[in-house]
């Protein structure tokens, strides 16, 4: 695990920080097609909370649908960023739950060029995931091979370093029907709060 050097303040306890894991891929570009907004907030049964949709590309045909629940009084923001990320995570109580938001956003880094803000809170991200076909009778004594996907990963109340591999998981290649194939993007849903 990739931990920050010298911390500069002591962090809120129980606090966790890591600076996300860098990779080959130096390109900055930014784009915003992996993770996009789709329709209005929905209203819920709780007070001041609003259901977001979201689709997530996965490579396949269709692209995968998720919602979450948002403090009304907050925004969700989608990003698309090439690795290094260039964001310094850190965990939090909040409530009785935890959440990793942004600690730090590294000066010229993909993150700040796509306007990543500190304070930022991680909800969903992309992650490449090894999975297989269900196994029956037929396969049983010859199963299929695992293959490593692309896959969405929900944050919220996740331990911490089970979020740092979903986010590190990118440097894996994926099985295509092409062959195997660099995942060049992070696909990431923040939550933030409003000005």
Known sequence: RAMSAAPRRAPDPPALR?????????????RAAVVRRTGEDEPTQT???VRRAFAVDLGGPTPAAVALAFPDATDAVCFEL???LGVVFEQR???ATTE??????????????????????????????EVSAPVDVTTWLNPPA?????AYYECDAKPF????????????QIDTPNGKED?????????RARA
Do not use: W, Y
């Open 18 to 30: 890591a600076r996300a894991r860098s990779t080959r891929h130096r390109d900055a570009r930014c």
């Open 183 to 191: 995942v060049k993007f992070v696909g990431l849903v923040l939550q």
């Open 93 to 95: 109580l909040s409530g």
């Open 146 to 150: 695992k293959r490593k996907v692309k």
């Open 47 to 49: 007070p001041g909370v």
């Open 161 to 172: 370093d089970k979020v740092m591999d979903a986010l590190a998981s990118h440097g894996v």
């Open 100 to 129: 990793i938001f942004v600690d730090e956003v590294v000066e010229n880094g993909a993150a700040a060029k796509a306007g990543v803000e500190r304070g930022d809170v991680l909800r969903l991200c992309t992650a490449v995931f």
């Open 82 to 84: 090439t690795r290094p």
